[in-house]
DNA sequence: TTTGTTATGTAATAATATAACGCCCGTCAA
DNA sequence: TTGACGGGCGTTATATTATTACATAACAAA
């Protein structure tokens, strides 16, 4: 049934610029009058370092050298940086993945590859559209989850 | 934090067809060499009889007259029917919803009501623009999840 | 320092979903 | 008829994902 694919090396390259990321997330927080804690900052470092989706046991398992954070713990900070617009939820995944927008964006689209497990970020098409395909019946859209399955180019080529 | 608005009635109307539209799944199975049993024409239709956005542990719940159905018996169920595209997967929700389209599509977007807890269903505006935009980078789409989260109109009116 | 607010620690549990295995039942070929 | 096969279901158990509730600690402002 499913697609016979190898490249499932959930191991994405580490993005070299972490901590670049980390501080200039300390920076956006100070200037919002939030509080980059040593468990927010802690739970954006394994999110991207993770170089993709990373689900949240998989952040609760990492968090600390020797044992588990507590999954409260994780949730706070993962819901802490979504606020942010330092995550984004992707929710056919249940899993997380760093914002890659430079003005960090609430509402992005993805394409994420069911062979690799890899995502990309990319605008929502048409969001105007959306928006007015709602309001034509009245509803205020508040936050729209675009989300496209299928297969990138490395892995449609096996 | 959240919106104030009581119209959190999850008893959404009971469409009258259940009984048309069981006929018409079943007829729709035939028609495609698969079997509607009774498993799946009872999960059917308390999914239409929700009217509404339902959870699977709701319909496990209300499967029998007396005590639950186990999970896998409705999980089980749930996939065929979106298999068939009876039914659509909601994943910000984590819900299933029947599908309101004759066509029985299996890519429709949503608008749900963070208020009242209704949806409905949409068709995806400028599909192609999305598979273009995947396409430019080689990524080949198979499915669209769009999910509009805001306010009705009578929730917005409050 | 007192006070109010925000964040964290901790234990427990809720909610969502799947794995694994055996049985039943229908189909179909021999 | 009968046996082999395959799909669907029953059952138990467990995996995965997420939250509640309440106590404590850290911080900021008065």
New interface residues.
Partial sequence: MSHACAHHDHDHHRPADTPARLAEAEALCADAGERMTSARLRTYELVLDAGGPIKAYDVIDRFHPDGAAKPPTVYRALSFLEQMGLIHRI??LNAFVACGAHDHKHTA?F?L??CCGRS?E??I??VA??????GA?????????????????AC?QE
């Fill in positions: 929710e056919s689209g394409l590859c069911d990309v990319i605008a098409p048409n559209d959306i928006e007015a395909s709602a019946t009245g509803f205020k859209v508040s936050h729209i989850t675009m989300e496209a399955r299928g297969l990138c180019q449609s």
